[in-house]
Structure formats: structure tokens, C-alpha cells
């Protein structure tokens, strides 16, 4: 029992690692696009 419990535990700190080292090292910057829309203002009507 104590074996399956230490097995999980590697597991769990593994994966907890591999998700830290994803999130510092990956690529998770947006891709930027420019967007240009014209605004039409009810000013004085």
C-alpha cells in the first residue's frame, strides 16, 4: 500500500513540475492583430 502511495505522490510532483516548467517555458503569448473599426458619434443631433 505504502508503495502505491509513494508511486502517486512521484506521479503528482511529476506532473506538477512538468506543468510549472510548461507554463514558464511554453510559448503562451497572444497573437496580436491590429483591428481598425470606424466609431460613428451621436454629437449634438
Known amino acids: ?6 508511486f ?3 506521479l503528482a510532483l ?3 513540475v512538468g ?3 510548461y507554463a514558464y517555458l511554453g510559448d503562451m ?3 496580436r492583430t491590429e483591428v481598425r ?3 460613428e ?3 449634438g443631433g
Open 19 to 21: 506543468i510549472a516548467g
Open 29 to 31: 503569448s497572444p497573437a
Open 41 to 43: 458619434l451621436n454629437v
Open 14 to 16: 511529476l506532473g506538477f
Open 1 to 6: 500500500m505504502i508503495r502505491i502511495v509513494k
Open 37 to 39: 473599426e470606424p466609431v
Open 8 to 10: 502517486l505522490a512521484t
